[in-house]
């Protein structure tokens, strides 16, 4: 499944109870009709059950200083492998034009699953991070976020894109906090823009143009695929871990909506460097 414009839309119309419960303070998360309408879209009747300390945990500030530019974490409570793993990570956005603002397909290879990553917030509302387990079992962490205006903030871009070429880095280190674990970052040069922005000289809109897929792989295996849209902040930033092993390569594919595609390669030797 992709995210497309098509998908925003068909939830776009939803949009408005949700806010006007922001000025009486947040609204019972489960009660969101845009949320009601994804839940059911994404996941049928099945059970999602709330257990932020034993499955997933979402770090996302209450109020935010730049709704263009939002840190998010999202960690798992135990090592992947292959007998449990987390299969799906979605992350949601009620308030956002396009609530489903990154999908991550995740592998065993993963060994940590904590992804860092920055995006844009359009106005008050939940901000969920959902698990699918390998065995088809799903949990949420949710919290309520204070920000508005993410998606329409002009971002610099000034929608001449005919000539850009996007870049990609990708650092590898060490993990501070997790010994035996590599932390992998990558940084992307992107307008990703929205679309919903306004040029501040012609006050046109600039057109829409953001990274749709981002696939990291070890050895030629994939260890995490995100599809996603403009959600993430310009200059996409996306950080994970996983496990340190012999010397191996990683690669990093990104692929943005007008087919253009850029790879970053690095391998294990330059931990040491």
Known sequence: MHLRPALAALFLGLLAPSLLAA???PPDPGSVPIWQQLRKHLFGDRSIYHDPTGVVRLRVPARAQDPSVVPVSISIGFEQTEQRYVRTLYLIIDANPSPLGVKFSLTPLTGLAEIETRVRIEDYGWVRAIAEMSDGSLFVDQHYVKAAGGCSAPAGATGDFEAFQPRAELE???SDRHPGMTLAQLRVRHPNS???ARDPMTRL?????????IEVTLDGETVLRAQTDFTLSANPNIR???KTGEPREVRAVVVDTRDRRVEATEDFEAIAR
């Open 240 to 242: 994970l871990h996983f």
């Open 205 to 213: 809109f600039i057109p829409s143009y953001f990274v749709r897929e």
């Open 194 to 196: 929205s679309g919903l």
């Open 23 to 25: 000025a009486e303070g």
């Open 172 to 174: 590898l280190r060490a």
